[in-house]
């Protein structure tokens, strides 16, 4: 789901209480902050004392991006816990494995707020360097939006939804970035995850993040047991728009301050225009439960986006060349690895 604050606030009774009220209070946070001018010196960690680490981008194939991007809208709409969904997810399981992740599935049940049927919904993860404690996340939602619910025209808003941005350009991103990770240099390990039920939303009826509130509560969970933590996470969403502008999205300042001037420092000194220091929206999205869960996980979104939730984000609204911007800034943040995170704490 991605929202601004009004549609928020006429949706909060469909939400549960926590995580309504965690998000309104980040709002009212970050107005204070906007006034007082408080997070000029996260959006440049550039004057940090130590010369920064030199960056090595992946050489990050747009067209090939793009390619994937296509063949994913090629399977039609994927709605959590369709068909098409688990077709989706296996194509992208066989690439991974193809590229040398260790691929599991993380299954969780959902009901269908309108059928009220129960749904079985999976998260896809992708492990590279699994034996590594000290790791990242990088996740993309890649179900879709069972109807485009924002069509201006009200006889279009039972149509099909195709999410070629919203959905598909974060996980073709994924994908192409799989096969970059056997000359990647991070001290990291790393996870990539597909999340499901990001939107099991009809209009206002139904619940958010389904996917990425249960990788979170299994992160957790699995506390005492585990012996690795991450470090940080990136959500990657709505990254192909043509038109490409990414700011600085409000929630992700908040809980994430290090994480976004890490990687907004490696844009700068990319010369990645599309990259802003500018706030942006506050946008509710799978980052929130992350953080929430103690991952310190920035939201990489452009919501300026015309054809959000409409019949009109196709592929052809999308480009090689953004979704190529993106990766090579995601992947030398990666190659940074903790000294990207060190870097921004020596800024503040």
């Known amino acids: 789901m991605k929202t601004n604050l009004a549609d928020f606030l006429a949706g909060i009774r469909h939400r549960s209480l926590p995580w309504a ?50 063949k994913i809208c090629d399977i039609g709409p994927r709605p959590a816990g369709s068909e098409a969904n688990a077709r ?76 070629a941005n919203d959905g598909a350009s974060g996980v073709a991103l994924l994908m192409e970035l799989s096969h970059h990770l056997a000359k990647l240099e991070s001290e990291w390990g790393i996870d990539f995850v597909l999340f499901d039920g990001e939107e099991l939303v009809y209009g206002r009826n139904g619940d958010y993040f389904l996917g990425s509130r249960h990788f979170a509560r299994r992160y957790l969970a699995e506390k005492r047991d585990r012996k690795w933590t991450y470090d940080a996470g990136l959500i990657l969403d709505m990254v192909a728009d043509r038109d490409l502008l990414i700011e600085q999205e409000q929630y992700s300042l908040e809980y994430a301050p290090q994480v ?34 103690g ?18 984000d196709t592929a052809d609204k999308c480009s090689a060349e ?10 030398a943040w990666l190659e940074l690895g903790p000294a990207a995170i060190a870097r921004a704490n020596r800024a503040k």
């Open 260 to 293: 976004v001037a890490g990687v907004w420092d490696v844009a700068r000194r990319m010369g990645e225009k599309s990259f802003q220091a500018t706030i942006g929206s506050a946008v509710l999205d799978d980052h929130i439960p992350l953080n929430q869960a």
């Open 295 to 312: 991952i310190p996980t920035a939201d990489i979104i452009d919501f300026d986006y015309p054809h959000w939730h409409t019949v009109e």
């Open 88 to 163: 989706q997810r296996a194509m992208v399981a066989e690439l991974w494995k193809a590229n040398g992740l260790e691929v599991r599935e993380q299954p969780f049940d959902a009901i269908d707020p309108v059928s009220r049927e129960r749904k079985k919904l999976v998260n896809l993860i992708g492990a590279w360097k699994p034996e590594r404690t000290k790791r990242v996340v990088i996740g993309a939602h890649y179900d879709t939006r069972p109807f485009p619910d924002e069509e201006p025209d009200p006889a279009k808003r039972r149509g099909r939804f195709i999410g």
């Open 21 to 70: 009220f965690v998000a309104l209070g980040g709002v009212v946070w970050l107005a204070s902050q906007r006034q007082e001018g408080k997070h000029g010196i996260l959006m440049s960690p550039a004057d940090a004392q130590e010369p920064p680490k030199a960056l090595k981008p992946a050489a990050v194939d747009g067209a090939r991006a793009l390619g994937y991007l296509k």
């Open 322 to 331: 953004s979704l190529a911007a993106v990766g090579r800034v995601v992947s």
